[in-house]
């Protein structure tokens, strides 16, 4: 048994859910349940369209048009997306004489995307003679707290989602299991939605509790590769990364699954594949607990743009146990996360998004310390085994003095699979070129 999940980008048209359709054929035999995210923009169609309702306009058209286009193009008739759309304009319009859009009902919202789009795709799956059937998240056992918008899943899913599902793993049913990602249900059947990086939590969640051969992810790449293809032209995959490995490169800009979605399979050491919508004979990436081949030096070179930097140094803290403690209570007080630290007795370095307003932090911080925000920043992150970090940061700060490219602050990660280095935005797609050039090639 095996779970495969595929993203908007994969179900955006009728085409795209064509090549998916064939992609699950391929794989019948392993006993795939199949997660799916919301066709194309069709989340962002919803909140547009809640941002209408709230105004008092009732206008669900380019939901309405893209699954109705889709299910003509693909010739088959889908009476429970007539039901779920003429439920849609419902909830729009209670929205729209309240004036009012709730966590709780921006979850019910945006649910509509994922459960359009598995009966989409289980029933054309039907047409084609693939016995599938579709499943919203809570049929089978998907709880969650009610933690509106950011809903964590209860212990509890571990042996509900076994109770629904190993008819299937046994062979007792036929039929694909076609699954909602990112939605879910709290103990008073109120729908939630799982918040960041929701659909891949929930393709790892089943795939834990099922205790599947292997999760697969299907992307347009092949697989976790060494950079950005886009910035670094000679960019190539790379056969397989720990889940540790896996996380750092997802928590600094590359597109692996989200660093929370890891934790189940984590758990139970359940491997994770990402894999090429586009070639799906290529083997592509495999997560894993630990390097089952010579662990390499360097893994991969990634980055984040529009990063602030800000310094902040007391003497008058000079010795006192508290500095840190102040520092970063005000940083909780304001809810502003911090990506990248570097201290020293009485000064410390970190990093922070630049969405975030830095204004009431500052002021708080100033009240004890001299602080310089530095904008228009990038952290670049070479993933590799920082038990060489001497040699890797020789031969790095060797090929970058050569380029003229000032490293503005370093930090090593507490993994100890990371060393992040902090340069100009403007710099940034240049320094991971020179750094892959320099630790690839």
């Given at each position: 048994?095996?779970?495969?999940?595929?993203?908007?980008?994969?179900?955006?048209?009728?085409?795209?859910?064509?090549?998916?359709?064939?992609?699950?054929?391929?794989?019948?035999?392993?006993?795939?349940?199949?997660?799916?995210?919301?066709?194309?923009?069709?989340?962002?169609?919803?909140?547009?369209?809640?941002?209408?309702?709230?105004?008092?306009?009732?206008?669900?058209?380019?939901?309405?048009?893209?699954?109705?286009?889709?299910?003509?193009?693909?010739?088959?008739?889908?009476?429970?997306?007539?039901?779920?759309?003429?439920?849609?304009?419902?909830?729009?319009?209670?929205?729209?004489?309240?004036?009012?859009?709730?966590?709780?009902t921006r979850d019910y919202l945006v649910s509509f995307g994922e459960r359009l789009s598995v009966r989409m795709m289980s029933a054309y799956l039907e047409k084609l003679g693939t016995p599938a059937k579709f499943y919203d998240a809570w049929d089978i056992g998907m709880v969650s707290d009610s933690n509106y918008m950011a809903a964590e899943l209860l212990d509890e899913v571990w042996t509900n989602i076994p109770q629904?599902?190993?008819?299937?793993?046994?062979?007792?049913?036929?039929?694909?299991?076609?699954?909602?990602?990112?939605?879910?249900?709290?103990?008073?059947?109120?729908?939630?939605?799982?918040?960041?990086?929701?659909?891949?939590?929930?393709?790892?969640?089943?795939?834990?509790?099922?205790?599947?051969?292997?999760?697969?992810?299907?992307?347009?790449?092949?697989?976790?590769?060494?950079?950005?293809?886009?910035?670094?032209?000679?960019?190539?995959?790379?056969?397989?990364?720990?889940?540790?490995?896996?996380?750092?490169?997802?928590?600094?800009?590359?597109?692996?699954?989200?660093?929370?979605?890891?934790?189940?399979?984590?758990?139970?050491?359940?491997?994770?594949?990402?894999?090429?919508?586009?070639?799906?004979?290529?083997?592509?990436?495999?997560?894993?607990?630990?390097?089952?081949?010579?662990?390499?030096?360097?893994?991969?070179?990634?980055?984040?743009?529009?990063?602030?930097?800000?310094?902040?140094?007391?003497?008058?803290?000079?010795?006192?146990?508290?500095?840190?403690?102040?520092?970063?209570?005000?940083?909780?007080?304001?809810?502003?996360?911090?990506?990248?630290?570097?201290?020293?007795?009485?000064?410390?370095?970190?990093?922070?998004?630049?969405?975030?307003?830095?204004?009431?932090?500052?002021?708080?911080?100033?009240?004890?310390?001299?602080?310089?925000?530095?904008?228009?920043?990038?952290?670049?992150?070479?993933?590799?085994?920082?038990?060489?970090?001497?040699?890797?940061?020789?031969?790095?700060?060797?090929?970058?003095?050569?380029?003229?490219?000032?490293?503005?602050?370093?930090?090593?990660?507490?993994?100890?699979?990371?060393?992040?280095?902090?340069?100009?935005?403007?710099?940034?797609?240049?320094?991971?070129?020179?750094?892959?050039?320099?630790?690839?090639?």
């Open positions: 048994m095996i779970v495969m999940k595929f993203g908007g980008s994969s179900v955006a048209n009728a085409e795209r859910i064509r090549h998916v359709a064939s992609i699950i054929q391929a794989y019948s035999k392993e006993r795939p349940v199949v997660v799916l995210s919301a066709m194309g923009d069709t989340t962002d169609h919803l909140l547009d369209a809640a941002d209408m309702a709230v105004k008092g306009t009732v206008d669900i058209e380019k939901v309405e048009k893209l699954h109705y286009d889709t299910a003509k193009e693909l010739e088959i008739e889908v009476p429970a997306i007539k039901l779920l759309l003429d439920e849609l304009k419902t909830l729009l319009t209670g929205i729209s004489m309240l004036h009012e859009l709730t966590k709780r629904h599902l190993n008819p299937y793993k046994n062979g007792e049913t036929k039929e694909i299991p076609i699954v909602t990602g990112f939605i879910a249900k709290d103990k008073n059947g109120i729908i939630t939605t799982l918040g960041r990086g929701g659909s891949d939590l929930s393709a790892t969640m089943i795939g834990a509790a099922m205790n599947v051969s292997e999760i697969q992810t299907w992307k347009d790449v092949d697989g976790i590769m060494t950079s950005d293809p886009r910035v670094v032209k000679d960019a190539r995959p790379v056969p397989e990364v720990t889940y540790e490995e896996a996380q750092e490169l997802a928590m600094f800009g590359a597109q692996v699954l989200h660093p929370r979605s890891m934790i189940p399979c984590r758990k139970t050491g359940t491997p994770v594949r990402v894999k090429n919508s586009y070639c799906i004979t290529s083997p592509g990436s495999i997560i894993v607990e630990n390097h089952t081949k010579e662990k390499p030096l360097v893994t991969a070179i990634t980055s984040v743009k529009n990063i602030s930097l800000i310094d902040i140094q007391s003497s008058r803290m000079l010795g006192a146990c508290g500095f840190l403690a102040h520092v970063f209570n005000q940083f909780l007080k304001w809810n502003i996360s911090v990506d990248v630290i570097a201290t020293s007795e009485v000064s410390v370095s970190l990093t922070v998004s630049a969405k975030a307003e830095l204004s009431g932090l500052i002021e708080d911080l100033q009240k004890a310390s001299e602080v310089n925000v530095k904008k228009d920043k990038a952290i670049v992150t070479v993933i590799c085994d920082a038990g060489h970090s001497s040699g890797i940061l020789a031969k790095a700060f060797a090929a970058l003095e050569k380029e003229g490219i000032n490293v503005q602050m370093i930090s090593q990660g507490a993994s100890k699979v990371n060393i992040s280095m902090i340069v100009d935005s403007s710099q940034s797609d240049k320094t991971v070129q020179i750094l892959h050039s320099a630790l690839f090639n």
